[in-house]
């Protein structure tokens, strides 16, 4: 290799490095939601790293400037107001900005709209999933597609996908046949609860083409741990062609 493969090498993988440490902790985002969370996740450290910085930054001043000189009692006194009010407003101050993010970014990712592009029933079962695609957001329009999963090895290479367009928003509606169990997609930054009874819904707007690993992210049984699945994020001309060839081979198959 030669000195500049080397040097542009170094400087992809350095790049790299630093992408990964700047998202402190997180999966690289895939869609328009993650981004916000990463956001607010960022955000959040950065406040905590403010935070200590200063109390440390007092408490090195103390030791540094306050060290005991002699045996002398120093001046005894009962309170300072100023900064009793000072250290009680400030932990509200910083809540506030918090909560306000918080609640911003929640009420984003959370929130649903009728403009969609594809529709995904989501069923969870002790130990797969079932992928429903349906042809509206009606409770009774038809299923235009659907994918059944069985119990897989974390090496398998047959996992049940469920596949979405990148750039247009998919609204997922979470359904349970037993027990509680929960769909998490790491690349999404997000998980949902699939309860018994109950429909949990969350739309996603995907933003990079490519296979990600999905899971169940809540014990559900003696084969939890083989409850997988993967997202499969297409471009919308793919996803349509997915979408026909479903229904010609269940108009074959009836």
Known sequence: MTSAGALALLALSATACSEEAT???MPEPISEQ???????WQGSWIAAFAVG???WGLIIWAVLFHRK???????QVRYNLPIEMLYTAVPFVIIA????FTARDQNYVEKTTDDVAAVI????FQWSWQFDYKESLAPNAPVVASVVGVPVDPNAADKPQV????GQKVRFRLHSNDVIHSFWVPALLYKKDVIPGYVNEFEVTATKTGLYEGRCAELCGVD??????QLKVVTPDEYQKFIADSKAARGAQQ
């Open 23 to 25: 998202r402190l902790g």
């Open 97 to 100: 900005v918090l909560f306000y």
């Open 34 to 40: 993650a981004e916000r969370i990463l956001t607010l």
């Open 121 to 124: 029933d989501v069923h969870g």
């Open 224 to 229: 939890h741990s083989r409850m997988l699945f």
């Open 163 to 166: 596949v979405i367009p990148a």
């Open 53 to 55: 910085g200063v109390v």
């Open 69 to 75: 000189r002699s045996d002398d009692l120093p001046p």
